[in-house]
């Protein structure tokens, strides 16, 4: 069982992940430590030292070495993970199933502002910019995110009714 995450920054893929992880009894990844650890510098630090395309080369290189060698887990991808090279083709044909949790832009921007330091791509991002910013962003990627499998509207929902919710499409 080989299950992928995909969705907006802080859309919940990493606690959704963990706790659908727990509950399936399998491993969970997350996608941006298992590059954190092949690189050995932290994600921001590769962006900044070795630059995106670098990022984005690895990012595929390592999606693809869990999905051909890794057996069950839950799999929890960066938000721009569908977007680049073949990672959604990758993610539909060798992912036993693959999930987009949807939120709307004011949910994202609401979780966004809370933790808006410690996100490298909109730190410096005016707080009353973020609706434009995300809005023009999840416009370009919902291509790559609609390619999903399954479509998980995680608004108004705990964590746990979205992880039942996931189970329930398994069956």
């Known amino acids: 069982m080989k299950l992928v995450l995909v969705g907006y920054m802080a859309s919940g893929k990493s606690t959704i992940g963990k706790i659908?992880?727990?509950?399936?009894?399998?491993?969970f990844i997350d996608l941006d430590?298992?590059?954190?650890t092949e690189v050995g510098l932290p994600v921001p630090e590769i962006f900044k030292k070795k630059g995106e395309l670098?990022?984005?080369?690895?990012?595929?290189?390592?999606?693809?070495?869990?999905l051909m060698?890794?057996?069950?887990?839950?799999?929890?991808?960066?938000?721009?993970?569908?977007?680049?090279?073949?990672?959604?083709?990758l993610i539909?044909?060798?992912?036993?199933?693959?999930?987009f949790l949807k939120l709307p832009i004011p949910s994202l921007v609401e979780?966004?502002?809370?933790?808006?330091?410690?996100?490298?791509?909109?730190?410096?991002?005016?707080?009353?910019?973020?609706?434009?910013?995300?809005?023009k962003?999840?416009?370009?990627?919902?291509?790559?995110?609609s390619q999903t499998e399954n479509t998980i509207n995680c608004d108004k929902k705990s964590a746990?009714?979205?992880?039942?919710?996931?189970?329930?499409l398994l069956l």
């Open 20 to 27: 659908l992880a727990n509950s399936l009894k399998v491993d």
């Open 33 to 36: 430590n298992a590059i954190a």
């Open 54 to 66: 670098f990022f984005r080369k690895t990012e595929t290189q390592v999606l693809k070495n869990l």
């Open 69 to 89: 060698h890794k057996k069950n887990f839950v799999l929890a991808t960066g938000g721009g993970t569908p977007c680049y090279g073949n990672n959604m083709k």
């Open 92 to 99: 539909n044909e060798m992912a036993a199933s693959s999930f």
């Open 111 to 135: 979780r966004i502002l809370k933790e808006k330091d410690t996100r490298p791509l909109v730190a410096n991002i005016p707080d009353e910019g973020l609706p434009e910013f995300i809005g």
């Open 137 to 145: 962003h999840l416009f370009e990627r919902s291509t790559f995110y």
């Open 160 to 168: 746990e009714e979205i992880v039942e919710e996931i189970k329930s």
